[in-house]
């Protein structure tokens, strides 16, 4: 089992920076992949990025490609997830993730993940 907490959302304005930070415990090196989802209200939970945990290949989605850098420090389990230049549409939950499990998939997809943090919510507004 691999835990996910994460932290540093909170409320911002249009422009401005957030870091978000995700701290994993347990088996953790039983994760190959780890990412960063977001859902708005009334939304389908959507892809935001993932990276290989030790390969370092990172994926973004177009929406926020340019803005947002994911990265991690192995030797503190922890994921961050940068947030440039937020927007309003940037609004939601954002949830960390992570998979275990080996072979292919999409990792635009919430189904291929096998944990899950509790959330936390970013609102961008004026």
């Known amino acids: 089992q691999v835990q996910l907490v994460e932290s540093g959302g909170g409320l911002v304005q249009p422009g401005d920076s957030l870091r978000l930070s995700c701290a994993a415990s347990?088996?953790?090196?039983?994760?190959?992949?780890m990412g960063w989802f977001r859902q708005a209200p009334g939304k389908e939970r959507e892809f935001v990025a993932t990276?290989?945990?030790?390969?370092?290949?990172?994926y973004y989605a177009d929406s926020v490609k340019g803005r947002f850098t994911i990265s991690r420090d192995n030797a503190k389990n922890t994921m961050y997830l940068q947030m440039n230049s937020l927007k309003p549409e940037d609004t939601a939950v954002y949830y960390c993730?992570?998979?275990?499990?080996?072979?292919?998939?999409?990792?635009?997809?919430?189904?291929?993940?096998?944990?899950w943090g509790q959330g936390t919510q970013v609102t961008v507004s004026s």
């Open positions: 993730t992570a998979r275990s499990r080996i072979g292919s998939y999409d990792y635009t997809s919430p189904s291929p993940y096998d944990y």
């Open positions: 990276s290989t945990w030790s390969g370092g290949n990172t």
């Open positions: 347990g088996r953790t090196f039983d994760s190959n992949a």
